[in-house]
């Protein structure tokens, strides 16, 4: 099978309550999320939430769009995780965050080639991060999130799934996939707040749905400099 690309998803957030299914220039964020996904060869696109009731618009919203859903635990993540990818008999698999409405297809794809061709234990743009926050991809080999899932029961690593491995980075053969450039520094591109949704919405509008990261910064850049009131915050 090709490479499985784990969407992770669920309703409830602090700052920013139901973003999952909020709308942006028209369309779920979550769905946005999907759309951009599709650019990418890797497959199936699987969106993993969890067993509680209030996740069920997820699950609602993935089945309208013709996405497998998965559903397991809500706090041990981790274990959400291995049982998806178990259940898929995947060797490896693409962990991407349901609130990163601009993700990069052609990224997807050059990370998971990379990985397939070297089988590091662990591919990120994360480990340095030169790449904006939104735009986080983690390719995971299945074995080795098996041994993290039986190395640790500490509450913070089941459920953000690789902390683990960071935490204990010379155990593990982690490749780190870099930008050529700081060309996106200062750039977020996630959504975890009003003004997020706001500079999120501003961009979708103006932006082609197949456009490739470079144009989604330059929009971000644009968003920057028109995007201040007078006394420096955003508006």
């Known amino acids: 099978m090709s490479t499985p690309v784990l969407i992770f998803s669920r309703m409830d957030s602090e700052r920013l309550p139901g973003k999952a299914l909020l709308p942006v220039a028209g369309r779920p964020l979550l769905a946005r999320v999907i759309d951009r996904v599709r650019l990418s060869d890797a497959g199936p696109i699987v969106v993993?939430?969890?067993?509680?009731?209030?996740d069920?618009?997820?699950?609602?919203?993935?089945?309208?769009?013709?996405?497998?859903v998965f559903r397991g635990a809500t706090n041990d993540v981790l274990a959400r995780a291995v049982?998806?990818?178990e259940k898929l008999g995947a060797d490896d698999f693409v962990r991407i965050s349901g609130d990163s409405p601009f993700m990069d297809g052609q990224l997807i794809d050059r990370f998971v080639a990379n990985h397939l061709?070297?089988?590091?234990?662990?591919?990120?743009?994360?480990?340095?991060?030169?790449?904006?926050?939104?735009?986080?991809?983690?390719?995971?080999?299945?074995?080795?999130l098996q041994r993290v899932a039986a190395l640790?029961?500490?509450?913070?690593?089941r459920e953000h799934v690789?902390?683990?491995?960071?935490?204990?980075?010379?155990?593990?053969?982690?490749?780190?996939?870099?930008?050529?450039?700081?060309?996106?520094?200062?750039?977020?591109?996630?959504v975890?707040?009003?003004?997020?949704?706001?500079?999120?919405?501003?961009?979708?509008?103006?932006?082609?749905?197949?456009a490739g990261l470079d144009e989604v910064v330059d929009l971000a850049r644009e968003y920057l400099r028109i995007?201040?009131?007078?006394?420096?915050?955003?508006?």
Request: with cysteine.
């Open 227 to 235: 995007g201040k009131s007078n006394d420096g915050e955003s508006r």
């Open 56 to 68: 069920e618009p997820i699950a609602q919203l993935a089945a309208a769009e013709s996405i497998e």
């Open 152 to 157: 640790t029961s500490d509450a913070e690593d």
């Open 83 to 85: 049982a998806c990818v």
């Open 192 to 210: 975890d707040s009003p003004a997020d949704l706001a500079r999120t919405e501003w961009i979708a509008e103006r932006l082609a749905s197949d």
């Open 162 to 190: 690789t902390r683990y491995l960071y935490a204990h980075a010379a155990n593990f053969r982690i490749r780190n996939e870099a930008a050529e450039d700081n060309r996106y520094a200062g750039i977020v591109l996630t």
């Open 117 to 144: 061709a070297e089988r590091p234990d662990l591919t990120t743009n994360i480990c340095p991060r030169t790449f904006p926050y939104g735009v986080s991809i983690e390719v995971i080999s299945t074995a080795t």
């Open 48 to 54: 993993c939430t969890s067993e509680r009731k209030c």
